[in-house]
């Protein structure tokens, strides 16, 4: 599985934030909504209960009968005649604005019979819930509650969720930005940093970072240890240099006493010391050399011994 990095773990986290919260800001929504219907259903169920419809034979063209008395509400009454005719004894008026009736049938009236829909009214302006219960006639008695209060009610809520998640997703976002700014990119740069200093530039230095956050203290101790490791390297280097040095002149010097050594060996392989006075004195000589040889394989030994420290 691949592993992903800081920045795609905290934007992930935020979409997730966002996203929970969305579906949070829906089911409040969805279920105001419901609640509100739940209400007006009751209501329908108490109208429905109640005996209050007009029982006068009321005209067949639809209208209200004109002698009855206006009422202000907001529930709709009529009666749906097994004819198919629709006949109105109150209209929803609320503030001298009257509604239309709502668009029903008698499909839909045996539908509301069951339980209550929603329908929309005749010209469409706005819904009803609807209720219906049978009459001796074979038509239906109908109730209905316009749904305007509650769509409207439901587009608010719905308009405060949609800004309160806009605004909660820029505050998240904007912290993000924040974070990335102070603690993911300084990290970026000293991964890239880290790769110079690898590929073999000891001089790379982290870039100056606010020292009071934890990027700024990782690049400041990141730029502590490495003065100390190019210290360290240089002084390696150096030490290295003096080996070098070392070793030339030692081998230099070990070239004198080993030439008189040899040489005087030589002389007496060749028959050229042939006298006890000339013979002693190359002796005397061979010791000479081969103590200086000793003395500087001693050197030697003890400089190995005092770098092992």
């Given at each position: ?223 502590a240890m490495m003065a100390t490791i190019e210290a360290s390297f240089d002084e390696r280097v150096k030490a290295e240099d003096r080996l070098r040095q070392f070793i030339a002149d030692a081998s230099h010097e070990l070239r004198t006493p080993v030439s008189t050594i040899r040489g005087y060996a030589e002389l007496y392989h060749a028959g050229a010391l042939s006298g006890q006075e000339e013979l ?30």
């Amino acid at each position: 599985m691949r592993h992903l990095d800081l920045r795609t773990r905290l934007l992930a986290g935020i979409a997730l934030v966002v996203l929970v919260q969305a579906i949070i800001a829906v089911i409040v929504v969805s279920t105001t909504r419901g609640q509100m219907i739940d209400q007006i259903d009751e209501r329908l169920a108490v109208s429905q209960s109640a005996e209050r419809f007009d029982r006068r034979p009321p005209p067949r063209d639809g209208a209200a009968d004109p002698t009855a008395p206006e009422r202000l509400g907001d529930v709709y009454e009529g009666d749906l005649r097994s004819d198919g005719t629709l006949v109105t004894f109150f209209l929803p008026n609320t503030g001298g604005v009257e509604l239309a009736a709502p668009a029903v049938d008698a499909e839909v009236a045996a539908q509301a019979a069951i339980e209550p829909i929603t329908v929309d009214a005749l010209d469409g302006a706005v819904r009803y819930r609807l209720a219906t219960s049978p009459s001796v006639d074979g038509g239906y008695f109908i109730s209905a509650i316009p749904l305007d209060g509650v769509d409207a009610t439901a587009a608010r809520l719905t308009t405060v969720a949609a800004a309160a998640t806009a605004a909660v997703s820029l505050i998240l976002i904007l912290v993000a930005v924040w974070v990335l700014r102070l603690g993911i990119a300084p990290i970026k740069r000293m991964t890239a940093t880290a790769g110079a200093i690898a590929d073999g530039d000891l001089s790379e230095r982290v870039a100056d970072t606010d020292p009071r956050t934890e990027a700024g203290e990782l690049g400041a101790a990141l730029n502590a240890m490495m003065a100390t490791i190019e210290a360290s390297f240089d002084e390696r280097v150096k030490a290295e240099d003096r080996l070098r040095q070392f070793i030339a002149d030692a081998s230099h010097e070990l070239r004198t006493p080993v030439s008189t050594i040899r040489g005087y060996a030589e002389l007496y392989h060749a028959g050229a010391l042939s006298g006890q006075e000339e013979l002693d004195d190359a002796m005397r000589r061979t010791d000479m050399e081969s103590r200086r040889m000793s003395r500087l394989i001693g050197d030697m030994l003890d400089l190995a011994r005092l770098d092992q420290h």
